[in-house]
Structures are given as structure tokens and as C-alpha cells.
């Protein structure tokens, strides 16, 4: 089963409005990561959230690690054309085994300019 | 430093047929995990190697297998390519030396695989 659930799926905004994608898991994670993919490019690293209640800022985006530990959210502040794109959440788990990186399914961002 | 590479960027294949694609991590990076992405099923971790061993897999079919060479470069093959294999195949490398595969995942550009 997934893991980690991203919402909402998908978000057009108009530029200028902000931005929020969640990422839940029913269990309590040691880290989360956050990744930007820019239509036709690859994932590329944002952050990493390690601290309960931990919240990062990088310009626009402010990135929040639950009290808990189960959830994060990425916030992006008055939106730019730039910030087209799909936001992944991911975070480690346990599996058969062994530790394996999990992607949340992305929030893919459209602006309208 | 440069990043990740990845050959060939696109393939085009054939049911049936067998296709091999190619990473090269990061400098000094010893691990390197290879994930497909598909529209329907996001990012899929197919397995990771460290250290020329594989140290994680993924829930994939045998049909899928890997190796890396002492240089950390890696090679990813599918055999008996099926039309579901249409995908981008991407490369992340990390220094490995970490919690496995939670550190963090530099990706290559990666190759887009076209099965007809």
C-alpha cells in the first residue's frame, strides 16, 4: 500500500496566489524529504525535514515537519511561473526488510499567468 | 562537480527485446538507486547498489536487474521488454554512506524508454 499520501493530486492557481501540498503517513517518520520536478526534467532535491515540529524557510517556500512527525506540508508564498511544476514528498521505510526512500505520488502545480 | 548522466536520454524498443541503460553517479558518490517513473504509478524504487553489492529491491519482476562496476557507474537491464515498461527510467546517486537509501537523491536527466 502507499505509504505516503500527498494531496492534492493537482493545483492550477492563478501567479500570485499561494500554494500548499500535504504529505501524510500513518506512521512516524525519521525524515522527509521534499523534491521539485519541473515538466520534462528530472526530481531535484529541495529539503530535508529531520526535527519534530521543524519548519524551513527558502524564499517563497516554507517547509513544515509535524509535531508528530506523520505529516509535512510545503507552502509556497505568492507564486511565480517559475514554480511550475511536480512537488514530492519522500520518506524512509521499512520494507521487506530493508530501508527503501518512498515517493509520495506529487502534487503537480499549474500557474496561470 | 558534474551530475548524474544517464545513456541513452531516449530508446525506443520493441516488445520482446532486451534493453540495457547506463548511470554515472556523482564523483565520490558510492550508491546508486534507480527508480521508474509513470504517469500512473509516480516513482517506483527498483533497486539500489552500493558498493558493486545490491543493498535494496524493489516489488519488481525478475525481468529487471542491475549491477555496478567498481567505478560506481551502473547498469540497469530489462529483459523480455513488455509494452507496461514504457516509462523514464531514472538514476539517483548519493554518497551511500549514510541510513541507506534516506540520504538524499541526486537524479540524472533519465532515459525515456518507449516499448512498441
Known amino acids: 500500500g502507499q505509504q505516503v499520501m500527498q494531496i492534492p493530486q493537482y493545483q492550477h492557481v492563478q501567479e500570485g496566489e499561494d500554494f500548499t501540498t500535504y504529505c501524510n503517513s500513518s506512521?512516524?517518520?525519521?525524515?522527509i524529504q521534499w523534491y521539485k520536478q519541473r515538466p520534462g526534467g528530472h526530481p531535484v532535491f529541495l529539503i530535508q525535514?529531520?526535527?519534530?515540529?521543524e519548519v524551513k524557510k527558502q524564499k517563497r517556500l516554507t517547509f513544515q515537519f509535524g509535531e508528530a512527525k506523520k505529516n509535512s506540508s510545503l507552502h509556497i508564498t505568492a507564486t511565480q511561473t517559475t514554480d511550475v511544476g511536480t512537488y514530492f514528498c519522500?520518506?524512509?521505510?521499512?520494507?521487506?526488510?530493508?530501508?527503501?526512500?518512498?515517493f509520495g505520488q506529487g502534487t503537480r502545480l499549474t500557474i496561470n499567468p | 562537480k558534474a551530475g548524474v548522466t544517464q545513456t541513452p536520454r531516449y530508446l525506443i524498443k520493441t516488445r520482446g527485446q532486451q534493453v540495457t541503460l547506463s548511470c554515472s553517479p556523482i564523483?565520490?558518490?558510492?550508491?546508486v538507486s534507480w527508480y521508474q517513473q509513470t504517469p500512473g504509478q509516480g516513482l517506483q524504487f527498483l533497486f539500489e547498489?552500493?558498493?558493486?553489492?545490491?543493498?535494496n529491491k524493489g516489488n519488481f519482476p525478475g525481468r529487471f536487474s542491475g549491477r555496478q562496476f567498481s567505478n560506481s557507474r551502473s547498469e540497469m537491464n530489462v529483459s523480455t521488454l513488455e509494452l507496461g515498461d514504457s516509462a523514464l527510467y531514472l538514476c539517483?546517486?548519493?554518497?551511500?554512506?549514510?541510513?541507506?537509501?534516506?540520504?538524499?537523491?541526486?537524479f540524472g536527466p533519465g532515459t525515456r524508454l518507449t516499448v512498441l
Open positions: 539517483a546517486s548519493s554518497t551511500g554512506g549514510g541510513s541507506t537509501s534516506t540520504d538524499t537523491q541526486y
Open positions: 506512521t512516524t517518520l525519521s525524515n
Open positions: 525535514l529531520v526535527k519534530s515540529g
Open positions: 519522500a520518506a524512509p521505510f521499512i520494507i521487506q526488510g530493508a530501508q527503501k526512500l518512498v
Open positions: 564523483s565520490g558518490h558510492r550508491s
Open positions: 547498489y552500493f558498493s558493486e553489492t545490491q543493498r
